[in-house]
């Protein structure tokens, strides 16, 4: 099993960019998918959260508004959008899977991680 994120990049206050996790090795739709970030000498937050299907999202209050989380099971990918980016967002991010196929909200439930990609917001 293997999750590769990429669409990371620099981009200045206000953008937008999207970040993509493709996933290989396992049957995609049999799982919640979700994205976390840790910034610099900060814990790994939750950023948002997709059931299998895509019908259920959760998003950070932080978020909120600005993020969308989707998922295309046939291309096995879950996908990041982020607008009205800020210098706050500045992070690497990172896709995981998660145990179950419901949404999971507790860091502790996924299991399976993507490497990471840098997001960087220039004020």
């Known amino acids: 099993v293997q999750l590769q994120a990429s669409g990371g990049g620099l981009v200045q206050a206000g953008g937008s960019l999207r970040l993509s996790c493709a996933s290989s090795g396992r049957t995609f739709s049999n799982y919640g998918m979700g994205w976390f970030r840790q910034a610099p000498g900060k814990e790994r937050e939750l950023v948002a959260a997709i059931n299998w299907s895509g019908s259920s999202t959760y998003y950070a209050d932080f978020v909120k508004g600005r993020f969308t989380i989707s998922r295309d099971n046939a291309k096995n990918t879950v996908y990041l959008q982020m607008n009205s980016l800020k210098p706050e967002d500045t992070a690497v991010y990172y896709c995981?899977?998660?145990?179950?196929?419901?949404?999971?909200?507790?860091?502790?439930?996924?299991?399976?991680w993507g490497q990471g990609t840098l997001v960087t917001v220039s004020s």
């Open positions: 995981a899977a998660a145990v179950y196929r419901m949404l999971s909200t507790t860091i502790q439930l996924y299991n399976v």
